[in-house]
């Protein structure tokens, strides 16, 4: 049976010319076992009919906010609370932009206003207006509110440029909805935490030793385990940004702020992944007041912190545990050695000096180890992508109850 079969997919279709898209993407929802409800556009309706969609989705077609066919709901926040998924395809510059400012001036962005069921966007526009900034910006928005984007493709555009902005084929954006319920419940009665985040050592008051990292890889790991059904606990040192919806938060500063929150913690776990940026030393003091200018040069005295990953590795009775391995050279030599000694179960390594890997990009390009040697590479794509396919990655692997020592 479809894992479509029974769900109430709202299909929100935008004016552009992948519109006729929309309609083989409602054909295959429908085929599916969907029961697809479109939602279109003013300026859809101008390269689609509305009878096509009412045809092929065998729904009445919605477009006017004031058009109410049943007096007994409204119809747009009947809509919104029917709704298993709501799919935005094609995604219009216009739509997107609507959705990140909250604005609702018709059917399709006030039903995505009022609904509480997840949304896949799926953007169809001109290369260079898919690559403008307040587009971009747009996405980054709605990203960090746990919309989930399928990307575009690159080809030649219906205005007569090629590059990246045609819509994803109607194949390609079932299988992500597929994907989307298929991975939901997969980790469900789990345990996991997630640290994310850079660490903090104080010198004083106001001064610190820190990293780079900005929390995204974490973040976009608890972010994919809560939609996969899990109970997530998320011990976050410095981050710049919001926390996933539906989980735990725990703020720690310093290392060892950080190993009494996991290490208290570790015997209730199923999961443990280590994606925090753990500093590895700390000044041996720590002033009550700010230091003031005296001489020329200022020695600091830096002692070990305890490593959290090694002391999990020693103490971890059934806990499936991944570590992270932030490198710059020899890769597989270093990942191999650290996943060895400290009792992982995967290891994810990336270079950190590569394009689009680095700390505080939107991307990141992974190499993922176990105990027998290389797994799977990665390639570029965006974080929340890596986590969902690293998610799945372990959630196979409890399903065939693998640990580093089975």
Do not use: W
């Not at 997840?118 to 709605?142: D, S």
């Not at 902005?165 to 994907?179: M, Q, S, T």
């Not at 070990?304 to 990953?309: A, G």
């Amino acid at each position: 049976m479809s894992a479509l079969n029974g769900k109430t997919i709202v299909l929100g279709v935008c004016g552009g010319i992948a519109a006729f898209k929309a309609a083989a993407l409602c054909s295959k929802l429908t085929q599916a076992g969907a029961k697809v409800h479109v939602i279109m556009t003013a300026s859809a309706t101008k390269f689609v009919a509305p009878l096509t969609f009412q045809t092929l989705s065998r729904h009445e077609v919605a477009i006017d906010t004031f058009d109410e066919k049943d007096a007994s709901v409204v119809q747009h926040i009947d809509l919104a609370d029917r709704a298993d998924l709501v799919i935005v395809a094609p995604a219009s510059a216009n739509t997107i932009a609507k959705i990140a400012l909250g604005l609702g001036d018709d059917m399709l962005s006030t039903t995505l206003l009022a609904t509480t069921a997840p949304i896949l966007v799926a953007p169809a526009m001109n290369v260079h207006m898919y690559a403008n900034p307040a587009v971009e910006q747009n996405m980054r928005t709605l990203a960090d509110r746990g919309i989930r984007f399928i990307e575009p493709g690159t080809g030649q555009l219906a205005c007569g440029y090629v590059g990246k902005g045609r819509l994803a084929e109607p194949e390609d954006i079932v299988r992500a909805v597929e994907l989307h319920f298929a991975e939901r419940g997969r980790l469900t009665g789990k345990r996991v935490l997630i640290t994310a985040g850079g660490t903090v050592e104080r010198i004083d008051p106001v001064r610190y030793l820190t990293n780079d990292s900005s929390g995204k890889m974490g973040y976009a790991l608890a972010e994919a385990a809560v939609r996969m059904g899990a109970e997530v606990t998320l011990i976050s040192g410095k981050a710049a940004i919001p926390a996933p919806s539906g989980v735990k938060l725990v703020r720690v500063d310093s290392a060892l702020d950080m190993l009494e929150a996991v290490m208290s913690r570790l015997p209730d776990q199923d999961v443990i992944i280590k994606a925090a940026a753990v500093a590895d030393y700390r000044p041996a003091e720590r002033h009550e007041h700010k230091l003031k200018k005296s001489d020329d040069e200022l020695t600091l005295t830096l002692i070990k912190n305890p490593d959290i990953l090694q002391q999990i590795g020693e103490l971890k009775t059934h806990q499936f545990v991944v570590g992270f391995a932030a490198e710059t050279r020899n890769i597989e030599a270093f990942a191999m050695d650290k996943l060895r000694r400290k009792r992982c179960d995967l290891l994810v390594a990336n270079d950190v000096s590569a394009e689009g890997a680095g700390f505080g990009t939107d991307t990141n390009i992974v190499s993922v180890y176990d105990r027998s040697g290389f797994v799977e590479a990665l390639p570029m794509m965006g974080k929340r992508e890596v986590a969902t396919h690293l998610l799945h990655l372990i959630a196979d692997r409890l399903g065939k109850g693998e640990t580093a020592d089975t």
